[in-house]
């Protein structure tokens, strides 16, 4: 469990100086109303601001700038209203109108969020009374471009669960059943030589020597190698993933990694090696010309190659801000439909999820698999997770779903700072792309379609994203395992599975039934897809109260209900074991029931 709460921000225990008390002081903070300060958490600013709702129009309030959000709560009127925003969710803040603005509430600031939301405040037209919040919000919001360090380094929180030991690579692949006579774990990367953005445990062909593995690293982009992600215990087909060939223009070959994708064909006797290439063909083509490319029928003569069209991440981020623009401050009403359809969102959710559903039945039919998109931390990862949560049943538990996302996405190095922005001012960033947002999307669409075969809630998922941005954890912060190691994150930050798992029963699915070998193929069709609407639009109060499924509410309530019977019942049989009552609980009368009958019947109804 987290611990005790702080004591007030002027107060010793968080390591402020006397002039900062001072200054404190002066400034007349009282302390954050209605809200948990987290240990490590300190304030900076107060500001009287008027925050520009778009649902309730202007209010008046106070807003608080501490080194990890922006608190406002509104003054003026009876009717609440408070935002409550992790720093590291926001992408942008820019001046609004000029010292000579004319019109109310024309001077001020404009906050644009990573999570869907724009923010905008207005103060008093007179002797540059934004200056201070302006600069004290662009230092904080974006401490990287400052020289300062991330929140999550400067966050005090105790948890008694130590998120950063929910993954152990060898445990897991004992799990799979790895190793064994066709695959072998292999050290080769255990100080990052071998690849840089690859984890430090690989799983191989067992017929594959340490040199030939650094001989197709010459060959693949970013020396990211196939390496095994999954193992089907049945038929022994494997999801390997990498990077793609360095083909160019020429036409190169490697004997070496033709030879290597043969090895992991003949691993199981599979007649074709298929080959799935994430990216549309075209593209593929196109990226020979920077000396990348794909495998060719001529040189990869027992392989197929199968291209699923999925765009790159310049594509997705334009779509994300196409669907931003329709969902926030308000909803496109008169042409929903079609504006949704103009934002090609669950178009690209239908082609990843179409993708991973090819890899998952080619894999449970007996064959192995390479996938592989560029450079095989962006699709690669959406497609390898996706597959395995379809084909594996504990990758749908509470605990399996943080190893997977261990596993394919922060273990293989998925550019997470590079793609949401960590603490960096330049919000124009090429790079940056909702590729794991897509990801997470992808995987609610499932829990709709299978609303029985998830032990986690949709809750799980959206907390998962705030906390993707927020900055409080390091689970999500820079691009790969070596960066993290450099970094000392995990001795000198808190995972975000600390906090999952110190109270589960937020994230736990009422309905969840385990079925153990039970492959799921969701319906990746444009008429079964759904917009997540408890996500995308959650800021618009009109759907705040929907949050909740009535039906999971009821559900919970009869559990609980249900729970209170059984502790009734036991403690009756507690009393009737007494000495005097022996009689009566051996007695053959016809109408008596056995405890196990007692607690059948109650279980009944639920």
């Not at 200054?23 to 008027?50: T, Y």
């Not at 087909?237 to 036409?251: D, E, F, N, Y």
């Not at 909803?331 to 998952?360: C, D, F, N, P, Y």
Request: charged share 25%; aromatic share 10%.
């Amino acid at each position: 469990m987290a611990s005790a709460p702080l004591a007030p921000y002027n107060s010793s225990p968080l390591g402020i100086s006397s002039s900062q008390n001072a200054s404190r002081e002066s400034l007349k903070m009282e302390p954050l109303a209605d809200v948990a300060v987290l240990p490590g958490e300190e304030r900076v600013i107060d500001k009287e601001i008027i925050y520009i709702c778009p649902f309730n129009s202007a209010v008046k309030g106070k807003v608080s700038i501490t080194n990890y959000r922006l608190y406002f709560k509104n003054t003026d009127s009876e009717t609440p209203v408070t935002l409550n925003v992790p720093l590291g969710v926001i992408s942008r803040v820019e001046k609004m109108g000029g010292a000579s603005s004319r019109g109310e509430n024309s001077y001020g600031l404009e906050i644009t969020c990573k999570d869907m939301r724009n923010l905008r405040f207005a103060l008093k037209q007179e002797g540059h009374s934004r200056r201070d919040i302006f600069e004290i919000l662009f230092k904080y919001a974006f401490p990287l471009s400052h020289g300062m360090q991330l929140f999550a380094f400067l966050s005090q929180e105790k948890y008694e669960e130590n998120g950063w030991n929910v993954y152990e690579p060898l445990e897991e692949y004992r799990r799979q059943g790895l190793p064994n006579s066709e695959w072998r774990v292999t050290f080769i990367n255990k100080n990052y030589e071998l690849c840089d953005t690859y984890p430090t445990i690989l799983v191989v062909p067992y017929k594959a020597t340490d040199e030939d593995l650094r001989r197709v690293a010459t060959f693949r982009s970013r020396c990211r190698i196939p390496v095994l992600s999954w193992f089907h215990k049945e038929n022994h087909a494997v999801i390997t993933r990498c990077s793609q060939p360095l083909v160019g223009m020429s036409g190169k070959r490697n004997k070496d990694d033709e030879r290597y994708l043969d090895i992991i064909r003949d691993a199981n006797g599979t007649i074709k090696l298929t080959i799935y290439d994430a990216r549309p063909n075209v593209n593929a083509v196109a990226n020979k010309a920077t000396g990348g490319g794909y495998e060719g029928d001529d040189a990869y003569q027992n392989a197929e190659l199968v291209f699923l069209d999925i765009h790159n991440i310049h594509v997705m981020r334009e779509s994300l801000k196409k669907l931003k623009d329709i969902v926030y401050p308000n909803v496109e009403e008169s042409h929903w439909l079609s504006s949704l359809e103009s934002t090609h969102w669950l178009e690209h959710i239908k082609l990843v999820l179409s993708g991973a559903i090819q890899v998952a039945d080619k894999v449970s039919s007996g064959n192995s698999v390479v996938v592989h998109c560029s450079d095989g931390w962006d699709r690669t990862a959406q497609l390898t997770s996706l597959s395995m949560l379809m084909l594996d049943s504990y990758y749908r538990t509470l605990g399996g779903f943080q190893v997977l996302l261990e596993k394919e996405w922060i273990g293989f190095g998925h550019k997470f700072a590079s793609r949401i922005g960590h603490g960096d001012k330049n919000h124009a960033d090429q790079d940056r792309s909702p590729i794991f947002l897509q990801f997470i999307d992808c995987v609610w669409q499932m829990t709709k379609q299978f609303p029985t075969a998830f032990e986690f809630n949709e809750r799980l998922l959206v907390v998962i994203l705030d906390h993707l941005y927020s900055c409080r954890f390091g689970t999500f912060l820079y691009n790969c395992e070596s960066a993290r190691e450099s970094n000392n994150v995990r001795v000198k930050t808190v995972s975000l599975w600390s906090l999952i798992n110190s109270d589960t029963s937020l994230y736990i699915n009422p309905f969840y039934t385990p079925e153990s070998s039970r492959v799921l193929y969701p319906v990746a069709s444009m008429r079964h897809l759904e917009l997540w609407v408890t996500y995308y639009i959650r800021w618009n109060p009109r759907i705040q109260h929907q949050q909740q499924s009535p039906v999971e509410q009821r559900y919970k309530e009869l559990l609980a209900l249900r729970d209170q019977y059984l502790k009734k019942l036991e403690e009756l049989q507690l009393s009737d074991s007494a000495p005097s009552s022996t009689h009566l609980t051996n007695s053959s009368a016809p109408n008596a029931a056995t405890p196990n009958q007692h607690i059948t019947h109650l279980q009944t109804p639920f």
